[in-house]
């Protein structure tokens, strides 16, 4: 399926110059003079080099459908992640830097999509949000409520998010798991 330059968005897939990329960041600019244009961090899905490229609006790319399939995450050994086809229950260990970032939000259990492209897996997709606790938030400064400020805050992960000042330790939140920023307090 062929889409507009400017109409990538992060996450897509395209076909480039005969490889299989992933859009990871996209910034649109419309310079004073001449054509809008994107501005595409791109990560190839079959060897992990990355490319920045830019897309003109005139310019269209291949979109590239993959097949995806329910797995569940098992354990990690190592820098391998082993997942399981939750139909054929067979097992599959990838290596931890094909989910880059995300990786540190898997959990035990935790179900996720694999994507395949001609039978291989390349990319593992999680939950867009996940619920984790607060193990360590700096203290509130006097008066800093009064501003729209956020404090930093260390997840049962390891991972450090950003949170509003009335969040403390202890508690559970809702976390974006691409983005790695507060979303809300867990229900």
């Given at each position: 399926?062929?889409?507009?330059?400017?109409?990538?968005?992060?996450?897509?897939?395209?076909?480039?110059?005969?490889?299989?990329?992933?859009?990871?960041?996209?910034?649109?600019?419309?310079?004073?003079?001449?054509?809008?244009?994107?501005?595409?961090?791109?990560?190839?899905?079959?060897?992990?080099?990355?490319?920045?490229?830019?897309?003109?609006?005139?310019?269209?790319?291949?979109?590239?459908?993959?097949?995806?399939?329910?797995?569940?995450?098992?354990?990690?050994?190592?820098?391998m992640l082993t997942f399981m086809d939750k139909n054929s229950?067979?097992?599959?260990?990838?290596?931890?830097?094909?989910?880059?970032?995300?990786?540190?939000?898997?959990?035990?259990?935790?179900?996720?999509?694999?994507?395949?492209?001609?039978?291989?897996?390349?990319?593992?997709?999680?939950?867009?949000?996940?619920?984790?606790?607060?193990?360590?938030?700096?203290?509130?400064?006097?008066?800093?409520?009064?501003?729209?400020?956020?404090?930093?805050?260390?997840?049962?992960?390891?991972?450090?998010?950003?949170?509003?000042?009335?969040?403390?330790?202890?508690?559970?939140?809702?976390?974006?798991?691409?983005?790695?920023?507060?979303?809300?307090?867990?229900?």
């Amino acid at each position: 399926m062929k889409i507009s330059g400017v109409d990538i968005r992060p996450g897509n897939i395209i076909e480039y110059e005969g490889g299989i990329w992933r859009a990871v960041k996209i910034q649109h600019t419309q310079p004073g003079k001449g054509g809008a244009y994107m501005q595409v961090e791109l990560k190839n899905l079959i060897d992990g080099r990355k490319n920045n490229v830019r897309f003109r609006s005139a310019e269209s790319v291949e979109r590239v459908r993959l097949d995806t399939t329910d797995f569940q995450f098992l354990f990690a050994e190592g820098d391998m992640l082993t997942f399981m086809d939750k139909n054929s229950y067979e097992q599959v260990s990838l290596p931890r830097d094909l989910l880059g970032d995300a990786a540190a939000f898997l959990q035990d259990g935790m179900d996720v999509v694999m994507e395949l492209y001609n039978e291989r897996p390349i990319s593992v997709q999680l939950p867009d949000t996940i619920e984790v606790l607060i193990v360590e938030a700096d203290a509130v400064v006097k008066g800093q409520t009064a501003s729209s400020s956020y404090k930093p805050a260390i997840l049962e992960n390891g991972v450090r998010v950003m949170v509003p000042p009335h969040i403390g330790a202890g508690t559970r939140i809702v976390v974006d798991v691409y983005e790695q920023e507060y979303v809300r307090r867990a229900d």
